[in-house]
T-cell receptor, first 115, second 114 residues
Framework: NAGVTQTPKFRVLKTGQSMTLLCAQDMNHEYMYWYRQDPGMGLRLIHY???????AKGEVPDGYNVSRLKKQNFLLGLESAAPSQTSVYFC??????????????FGPGTRLTVL | AQKITQTQPGMFVQEKEAVTLDCTYDTSDQSYGLFWYKQPSSGEMIFLIY??????QNATEGRYSLNFQKARKSANLVISASQLGDSAMYFCAMRPFTGNQFYFGTGTSLTVIP
């Protein structure tokens, strides 16, 4: 199993450009999340999905869109990149929720710089 | 509102000593899960330990233990016998069981001194 993979690992954009980050998991997980990590701010939730075809907003959704057309893939889109979106982006997944140990499995991260 | 607070931006510990990383949380939910993750300089997020709010005993995983004090809403991570490889960022997180979201603290940078 590859676990959770993210494509690309690094990207440099110019202000106003668009791009899509791909998160893929091969563990048949239902839940998938996109976070951004900025210095001194921990991980902040952008969007998440509780299953194929569903998405929901997190704490900082503005400027981002997501889609989950296939269970194994969760895409994060930036329509018009801004320097404030310079960050490290993490994807995470987990099989289910409920009142039990259910830690998230994280991808390796994507480092995005917007000039 | 849900909030995780990690008040120690940076910590130093001597190799082979124990260290406690603080985490307090704020939630109105009665049932929730608490998590600690390690992020080494290579950047990946590594799950360390889990504590359920209904668990009567503190969680332990090898050299990691979680000092859970429900009334004080604290979930401190204790690392025993520190090793050089423990130098990393450590994040505390919580998920209220009524929701789907996880909430993370701002992290503590731990440096182990030889």
């Amino acid at each position: 199993n590859a676990g959770v993979t993210q494509t690309p690992k690094f990207r440099v954009l110019k202000t106003g450009q668009s791009m899509t980050l791909l998160c893929a998991q091969d563990m048949n997980h239902e839940y998938m999340y996109w976070y951004r990590q900025d210095p001194g701010m921990g991980l902040r939730l952008i969007h998440y999905s509780v299953g194929e075809g569903t998405t929901a907003k997190g704490e900082v959704p503005d400027g981002y869109n997501v889609s989950r057309l296939k269970k194994q893939n969760f895409l994060l889109g930036l329509e018009s990149a801004a320097p404030s979106q310079t960050s490290v982006y993490f994807c995470a997944s987990l099989p289910s929720l409920g009142q039990a140990r259910n830690e998230q499995f994280f991808g390796p991260g994507t480092r995005l710089t917007v000039l | 509102a849900q909030k995780i607070t990690q008040t120690q931006p940076g910590m130093f510990v001597q190799e082979k000593e124990a260290v406690t990383l603080d985490c307090t949380y704020d939630t109105s939910d009665q049932s929730y899960g608490l998590f600690w993750y390690k992020q080494p300089s290579s950047g990946e997020m590594i799950f360390l330990i889990y504590q359920g709010s209904y668990d009567e005993q503190n969680a332990t995983e090898g050299r990691y233990s979680l000092n859970f004090q429900k009334a004080r809403k604290s979930a401190n991570l204790v690392i025993s016998a520190s090793q050089l490889g423990d130098s990393a960022m450590y994040f505390c997180a919580m998920r209220p069981f009524t929701g789907n979201q996880f909430y993370f603290g701002t992290g503590t940078s731990l440096t182990v001194i030889p």
